[in-house]
């Protein structure tokens, strides 16, 4: 059986993870903190005996004896919204240091346990992008010291030290880019699109907007996510590979805002606040290499993800 170390397990799209790795036969290491994750994420793993957690920051060393065979780096916070108690702007040192000095030590040890190395970094490498949509060879238009880029410029340097592992050491790695993921176990209080609309429309509250409400996202069902991840890591030929994962189907915020509505019949109506600083305008994947390198796209259209979110939040509140 092989070993799988899950760097971020507890949070929203390591759960999804630890859980499909799991059904496949994996043992399965899962290392969280629990700033931004939920260990009611991974409550159903907890008694089985090929899942392991360790409560842990991995901004410090991790002791672990047994052989890895795969480490999956998707420990930080990843919310941009300041209003959200656990987004990237309320723990800026923190993510700062998870994605530098964490992610240094996880390519230890992987170089240590001779062990294949995923990292996932973001669509906000891309800042907010003068092209579109954004291939992985466009660098970016990022501000390097704004409120944002405690998020942007260190998964910028853990892009970066990845690849210096590879080049200079030979390590099997890879990054992927992860553009917006919605679905089941969102936090409630992230802050974030989907989550927000959510849950103000289902108590018919206000939609709150920010801007215009005509900045556009790329929405990508958790399901559809966490199998590109794993082609990603699996698949022959992706060592020093940059991957975006994300779905194509461009939307605005006020049409995503318009379906939600729909699918949970709420009465409510839009309410406009400013724009944050440094809020991207435009946001969508060229996914091309990952369907050329993965063949993977995703599968579940907006409307058919939403309902399922829409079904969770209305488990959980």
């Known amino acids: 059986m092989q070993t799988v170390l899950v760097a ?8 999804h993870l630890c859980k499909s790795l799991i059904s496949e036969g994996y043992k399965v290491i899962c290392v969280d903190n629990l700033i931004t994750g939920d260990k009611g994420n991974i409550v159903e793993f907890l008694n089985n005996s090929n899942f392991n957690f360790i409560e842990q920051d991995i901004t410090n060393p991790l002791k672990i004896d047994e052989k890895i ?15 959200s108690p656990k987004s990237y702007i309320n723990y800026p040192i923190e993510t700062l240091l998870v994605n530098s000095q964490g992610t240094h030590l996880l390519l230890e040890l992987a170089k240590q346990k001779q062990s ?3 990292f996932a970094s ?3 490498v891309y800042g907010n992008p003068e092209v579109s ?5 466009y660098f970016g238009n990022v501000n390097p010291n704004g409120v944002r880029s405690v998020y942007d410029e260190s998964k910028r340097f853990g892009e970066a030290i990845t690849m210096s592992y590879v080049r200079s050491l030979g390590l099997d790695a ?3 880019r992860i553009f917006n993921t919605y679905g089941p176990r969102m936090q409630k209080d992230d802050g974030r699109a989907v989550s927000e609309f959510i849950i103000q429309a289902l108590s018919n509250s206000p939609l709150t907007v920010y801007g215009d409400g005509k900045q556009t996202r790329s929405f990508c069902y958790v399901d559809d996510m966490v199998l590109g991840i794993k082609k990603a890591m699996f698949t022959d030929g992706t060592r ?3 991957i975006n994962l994300g779905n194509p189907d461009e939307k605005t915020i006020l049409e995503l805002g318009e379906i939600i509505k729909k699918l949970s019949s709420s009465t409510s109506e839009f309410v406009f606040e400013p724009l944050p600083e440094d809020d991207p305008k435009i946001r969508k994947p060229d996914i091309s ?6 063949d993977w796209e995703p599968k579940v259209d907006i409307e058919e993800g939403l309902e399922k979110t829409i079904q969770y939040f209305k488990s959980v509140i």
């Open 116 to 118: 294949k190395f995923l």
């Open 8 to 15: 971020g397990g507890a949070g929203f799209i390591g759960s």
């Open 69 to 83: 065979d795969y480490i999956f780096h998707l420990a930080s916070p990843a919310s941009p919204n300041k209003k």
């Open 133 to 137: 949509p954004q291939k992985e060879e």
């Open 122 to 124: 973001t669509s906000e």
């Open 174 to 176: 890879r990054i992927i």
């Open 289 to 294: 290499k990952a369907k050329r390198l993965l």
């Open 240 to 242: 020093g590979e940059v």
